[in-house]
């Protein structure tokens, strides 16, 4: 008995080790399908197979990105022995095999790729699916891990703490020496030259230079009718404008007919401290053909008036022009109508206008 007890003790110690070994690398998912004797067909409610399969499935579906990038490899084994011979057994296994393969490519997503196939003449009438899964770490590593991990945090802690006293302390000093800077500079005597100089800088920051701006009158260009001008300041108070505008459209066949062009010279004179309002004067002259109806009128266009406006920036070089001008139309025109496609003159007229002669919201383009 004694002797007995002698040899064992080492050998349960020996097997225990082997199986901690084995665990600590890899542990095997074993899922077994059987098949009606001398049959290929994978009946997949038969016999357990159905169970079988499920439980196939959603371990594939777990270590499914693994087993696609090849870390954990699917073993498939075949076994036939109803057939005559040997190659009719290997043959019909392979047959197997591949009925199993293919709900797992078509079901779980799987590729050929992903298999390692190999079919037995032996055994019996089943096909054996095993998912070769890599231990996890055990509690000793995973110990490890943690404190690794604590010493990492604490360490980032200490390095992110030490970094901001850092920048506190920089901060510090350029306070500090800003404060050193604007004490030298309230206490520094100041010459009289530029003394002076600091006086006529508000005057001379009152004096604007001339400039050139680009008019657009965004009501005309709603509708339909292109309008552009320019704007000269010649100094802070006067400017001169000149806008233009012309469209020609046709449509029914030439029935119908909007055209006109008008040249609008114009001077301003800006009021207030901001200089944005202003008052001025202009001058109409164009020609014109409207034929909205049977009848067309078509001929020239004079007058002029009071102008008013205000403007309102929208940044450095953009601004819009909100203005309004009351005065004297005069437009002398003839009236037509279209016969077999052409003009047949019906008569002539005058007509005087006294009241609202332009009115515009206006996009401006300060060019320089």
Not at 86 to 110: C, F, P, Q, Y
């Amino acid at each position: 008995m004694k002797h007995l007890y002698k040899w064992f003790v080492p050998a349960m110690v020996m097997l225990a080790a082997a199986l901690s070994a084995s665990a600590s690398e890899k542990s095997d998912s074993t899922f077994v399908f059987r098949f009606v004797t001398g049959d290929d067909m994978f009946y997949v409610p038969w016999n357990g197979n159905g169970a079988e399969l499920d439980r196939l499935l959603a371990c594939a579906e777990q270590h499914k990105e693994a087993i696609l990038a090849g870390s954990i490899p699917v073993l498939v084994d075949g076994y036939c022995t109803s057939q005559a011979t040997a190659a009719e057994n290997l043959a019909m296994a392979k047959t197997r095999s591949n009925r199993v393969k293919t709900e797992m490519i078509l079901r779980g997503g799987l590729t050929e790729a992903c298999f390692t196939t190999k079919n037995h003449a032996a055994k019996g009438n089943f096909v054996t699916v095993r998912i070769v899964i890599p231990a996890g770490p055990s509690e000793a590593e995973l110990e490890a891990a943690r404190r690794a991990e604590a010493a990492r945090l604490a360490a980032e802690k200490r390095a992110r703490e030490a970094a901001r006293k850092a920048e506190a302390a920089r901060l510090a000093a350029e306070k500090r020496a800003e404060e050193a800077r604007k004490a030298a500079e309230q206490t520094a005597a100041i010459s009289p030259v530029l003394e002076e100089t600091r006086e006529e800088e508000p005057v001379a920051s009152k004096t604007c230079t001339s400039s050139l701006a680009l008019h657009a009158n965004l009501l005309r260009w709603a509708t339909l009718t292109p309008d552009l001008g320019l704007e000269w300041r010649i100094n802070s108070t006067w400017t001169l404008a000149v806008n233009g505008s012309w469209t020609s459209w046709t449509w029914n066949d030439n029935a119908r007919r909007y055209a006109l062009w008008e040249v609008a010279p114009e001077v301003r004179w800006y009021l207030g401290e901001k200089k944005r309002g202003y008052l001025g004067a202009t001058f109409k002259a164009g020609q014109f053909n409207y034929k909205l109806s049977d009848t067309g009128r078509q001929g020239d266009l004079l007058g002029g008036g009071i102008t008013g406006g205000y403007a309102v920036p929208l940044g450095k070089a953009l601004s819009l022009d909100f203005n309004i001008g009351l005065g004297y139309l005069n437009a002398d025109f003839e009236k037509y109508e279209v016969i077999d496609g052409v003009c047949v003159r019906q008569g002539s007229e005058t007509k005087d206008w006294w009241g609202p002669v332009n009115a515009g919201v206006s996009l401006v383009w300060k060019l320089f």
